[in-house]
């Protein structure tokens, strides 16, 4: 615990943005290397390490991310991915000179929050034919140290969509001359409130002329961030808002133009896993089942499309710092529990 505790710390000092974490990506390998026998398995912009006990045995996978987020200061881990990797390592400590029968991978994934870094380390899943992975994630608002346990979809699908919307920019003694966006902002605005049950949309940018208060601007951007429980609901909604957007840019005669970011899918849990997995978590922790999805995303559901896969809440603490605020760094007190359960769950049959 010493050991993982002061690596969580050092990692959070080092707090680099997606795909760019190459400090961090060092001192787990000098972390690795130091403390294990694990074979390290480098690619260009991610490794793993492998816990290898037979060629004929089985393989099942372990996951964190290594990212951090900008704040007002720059980048930092504000959403606990110091501690995830420390847990990971924790695992491998704990599978040091031990014979679980099976084969383990570690994976140490990088540009989670953009979405992009389990696409690139999914190609891991599929040669190595793994045939469970597990993760977890930190979660303020629960109870310090409880497992949180949700079958189906643990977190929500969820997309970046950025409107443009151009008119035409006239003088502004003369606004009848120019086709100015700032209306048809304002209407698509309004009328998020009435897309319906079951989606979270959030309002992300505005962008609109400049103080020039002579000039009524000609163009316009409207940047969102949705949210539904499954890919499909989410593919339903990009198609209704841009049905809305289309609707309303027609009527102020503004051409319309839409791009879309940082795809998440779902993050659901395999019903078969989920099972195997809780005959572990019950008899060893304390545990409670969410009665709805978390509404951010993890990118965790692209490895859930190569093999099943059971993801975890494990809680900060009820009044515990928001995910994504300054205010927050990882809770040393669940990192035990993490690497804990992560070792356990290597005896699942």
Known sequence: MDKITELRKRLHTLAEPSGKEYKTATALKDFLRKNTSLEIIEYKDHFYALHY??????????????????????????????????ALCGLALGLEGKRVGKNIYLIFQPAEETGKGAKL?????????IERIYGFHNIPGFR??????????????SMG?????EGRQCHAAYPEKGINPAYALSELVSS????????????????LGHKNFGICPGEGELSLTFRAETESELISLKNKLENITKSI???????????????????????????????????????????????????FGYYTKECPGVFFGIGDGENYPEL??????????????????FLKLTEVE
Do not use: Q
């Open 53 to 86: 006990e037979g060629k004929e045995l089985r393989n099942i996978a372990f996951r964190a991310d290594i990212d951090g987020i900008y704040g007002k200061n720059g980048c930092f881990h504000g959403c606990g991915h110091d501690g995830h990797c420390a």
């Open 161 to 165: 969509m950025t409107i443009k919307l």
């Open 192 to 207: 998020l409130n009435s897309i319906n049950e079951n989606t979270v949309i959030s309002v992300i940018n505005i962008s």
């Open 249 to 299: 840019s027609l009527k102020y005669g503004l051409k319309c133009s839409t791009d879309y970011f940082d795809f998440f899918p779902e993050t659901i849990n395999d019903d078969k896993a989920f099972s195997e997995a809780y005959n572990i978590i019950r008899d060893g922790f304390k545990y409670e089942f969410p009665e709805e999805p978390m509404r951010w995303s993890e990118d």
């Open 144 to 157: 310090e140290n409880v497992i949180l346990l949700k079958k189906g979809v643990f977190a929500m699908s």
């Open 121 to 129: 380390c999914r190609h891991i899943i599929k040669e190595n034919t």
């Open 324 to 341: 994504h605020t300054e205010e927050f760094e990882f809770n040393d007190n669940i990192l035990e529990t993490a690497a804990d359960l």
